[in-house]
């Protein structure tokens, strides 16, 4: 099956450093993929859609100099906080769907951000 | 854009008993609707979905009803078992991106 990852699974950073987190696909290639935030015992909020070779879409509300996407070739996908504060602690999920089934995401393990 | 609402919030059964979950949402342009399962800590898992050509989908124990016309949709579990216990998210497809619900944990007594 598709198999997709993230690294690291977890990170530990002070306040004011910048973090960035890896999306992988591993067995097949994607130009779109989508970062997630999960607040504990909550559901997943879609921060943005990451698209190979062009900028990525910002949902409302996600500002867009704090949360850096690159998508940098047809299997990763990078998401950089800026500054990270307190506030930014959070499981932080990307999925990509397979070209050939477009409507089948496929998750990540997610990264668990603590910013002290 | 799309909403989707999903109920319960928890969900508490008996071994062996079903559960049913249920999700609503708003845009009738969406086609695709996915439902995840996730445990503690872990990714979310795709453990049934269903398209909008079709009204009802059975994978063993699992099983996903669509009705477009109240735009609604539910997953049915049959013969609850220990394992089944974790938290399950229902979504639709707007605009080519998906849109979850708030989830549903199930807690599943021996």
């Known amino acids: 099956g598709a198999v997709v990852s993230q690294h690291p699974s977890r990170v530990i950073c002070k306040s004011g450093t910048s973090v960035k987190i890896e999306c992988r696909s591993l067995?097949?290639?994607?130009?779109?993929m989508f970062w997630y935030r999960q607040f504990p015992k909550k559901s997943l909020m879609l921060m943005a859609t990451?698209?190979?070779?062009?900028?990525?879409?910002?949902e409302q509300g996600v500002e867009k100099d704090k949360f850096l996407i690159n998508h940098a070739s047809l299997t990763l996908s990078t998401l950089t906080v800026t500054s990270a504060h307190p506030e930014d602690s959070s499981f932080y999920i990307c999925?990509?769907?397979?070209?050939?089934?477009?409507?089948?995401?496929?998750f990540g393990p997610g990264t668990r951000l603590t910013v002290l | 854009g799309e909403n989707v609402e999903q109920h319960p919030s928890t969900l508490s059964v008996q071994e062996g008993d079903s559960a049913v979950i249920k999700c609503t949402y708003s845009?009738?342009?969406?086609?695709?609707f996915p439902w995840y399962k996730q445990e503690l800590g872990k990714r979310p898992q795709l453990i049934i979905d269903?398209?909008?050509?079709?009204g009802e989908k059975k994978d063993q124990r699992i099983a996903v009803t669509l009705n477009k016309t109240a735009k609604h949709f539910s997953l049915h579990i049959t013969e609850t078992q220990p394992e089944d216990s974790a938290v399950y998210f229902c979504?639709?497809?707007?605009?080519?991106?998906?849109?979850f619900g708030q989830g549903t944990r199930l807690t599943i007594n021996p």
């Open positions: 999925s990509a769907p397979r070209t050939s089934v477009p409507d089948t995401q496929y």
């Open positions: 067995d097949f290639q994607a130009t779109t």
């Open positions: 990451s698209n190979e070779g062009s900028k990525a879409t910002y």
């Open positions: 845009d009738s342009a969406s086609n695709y």
């Open positions: 269903i398209r909008s050509n079709v």
């Open positions: 979504a639709g497809r707007g605009a080519q991106k998906l849109v």
